[in-house]
């Protein structure tokens, strides 16, 4: 279906869950197909409007004046080959849908913290999920993608290694996904949830985190993040006007495996458990109603204790582990492999990060991962989460060399 700004429905049609610079095409195509999409383009280039594409719109970095938007959150199917242990997921399903269909099977996809997220987006640009340690990224773990290039034409993107290797990690450079297979894994349920420790009573909680993930296999996916929560009704009583280290544990093994973060003391909330994959939304407990919000992001090689010492109390700052099977070579573009951890800052209701917060960790710092990067970065800073950058830009010369596309991140030259 096709909206344009005056017609019922494109406010709906437009808004995703970020909303701070939200899309304002001339023309919006609600699609429900593969064919949908290819009509979409080929609109695009005939009357020469740009493209964006939206499903879940987590990610969205920066809102498209007029041109065309193409909203997938109707093309949403997913298909469960159980004998295979794959998963056809169109182009608008997020990953709630996936493991609400893999979850009879006793399978789960490599999805990530929060269910709410369009998979395919989240994929295009790597995907670090909750059990990214032993399986490593869900980019690395994609059989089959099909596209539709800038040009309009339908692609099987696998008979093309070089632009199959550029969307594994190159996000939305090369084309519309339409739909992709993805491999699943024999995890029916899990060990996770989280510990909020106060941190006025327990102010070495982070760095107890740190020293803990030296030493854990790599059955075990982890973050923590300080949050300074409000002291308002909304906000759970436990919680409420405290400055909190969540630490988030996904564990494929045994509960004893955090038996050393137990011993930081009495956390004011505890959620860990067995849990069945299809809810492990709950680990992160993320916010589920769109909202506004900057991130900035940088990947590094070792978090050092005194820095962790001046995190500001006023920011939302997030650190996960990484290692294990993320550090596999693969080929694909999914860059910066031999990073330990992923340092986010996020700022809700703020058009930008304070950044000096990145400062004491610079010469730890290795480059960034786009996908928990929600701010408009130069070419440069884009270029900064590839290993290489120059083949990716060649291939979007070839694929979208009048710059058709409007993806989050837009790989361009350097100036």
Not at 371 to 382: D, R, V
Request: net charge negative; with cysteine.
């Amino acid at each position: 279906m096709m909206l344009t700004n005056e017609a019922k429905g494109y406010d709906d049609a437009r808004l995703g869950y970020q909303r701070l610079d939200p899309h304002r095409p001339e023309v919006i195509f609600e699609v429900t197909s593969a064919a949908e999409i290819e009509e979409a383009v080929r609109y695009a280039v005939d009357h020469d409007h740009r493209i964006a594409v939206q499903g879940s719109g987590h990610g969205l970095t920066q809102g498209i004046e007029k041109g065309v938007l193409i909203a997938t959150r109707r093309f949403n199917g997913v298909r469960v080959d159980a004998a295979a242990k794959t998963a056809w997921v169109e182009a608008g399903a997020t990953w709630q849908d996936v493991m609400i269909a893999t979850a009879p099977y006793g399978l789960a996809p490599l999805s990530g913290s929060s269910p709410g997220v369009g998979a395919v987006a989240y994929t295009l640009g790597g995907g670090m999920g909750l059990m990214a340690r032993k399986f490593g990224y869900a980019a690395d773990h994609v059989h089959r993608i099909d596209v539709v290039t800038a040009d309009g034409v339908s692609r099987k993107a696998e008979a093309d290694p070089d632009l199959f290797w550029a969307l594994r990690g190159g996000g939305g450079n090369f084309g519309v996904v339409t739909g992709m297979e993805i491999a699943l894994f024999d995890v029916p349920t899990l060990y996770g949830g989280s510990l909020y420790f106060d941190l006025a009573q327990h102010p070495t909680a982070v760095e107890a985190w740190r020293d803990w993930t030296q030493s854990v296999p790599d059955e075990v996916t982890s973050g923590v993040t300080m949050i300074p929560f409000p002291d308002i009704p909304q906000v759970p009583e436990p919680l409420r006007g405290k400055y909190i280290a969540q630490i988030q544990v996904a564990v494929l093994a045994g509960p004893e495996l955090i038996e050393p973060l137990r011993r930081i003391g009495q956390p004011v909330l505890d959620t860990v458990g067995d849990l069945p994959y299809v809810e492990s939304g709950k680990i992160f407990a993320e916010p589920d109603n769109p909202d506004s919000y900057r991130s900035h992001n940088a990947l590094l090689s070792d978090l050092d204790p005194q820095a962790l010492r001046s995190l500001p109390k006023s920011a939302i700052v997030a650190i996960r582990h990484l290692g294990g099977a993320l550090a596999c070579e693969v080929d694909n573009a999914v860059g910066h492999r031999d990073a330990s951890y992923s340092l986010i800052v996020l700022a809700p209701g703020r058009k930008d990060v304070d950044r000096r917060v990145f400062e004491p960790w610079q010469a730890s710092t290795v480059g960034r991962f786009l996908n928990f990067s929600y701010e408009n970065l130069t070419a440069a800073e884009i270029a900064e989460a590839y290993d290489d950058f120059p083949r990716l830009l060649a291939l979007r010369n070839r694929y979208d060399a009048n710059r058709r596309l409007a993806p989050n991140h837009e790989i361009t030259a350097l100036q």
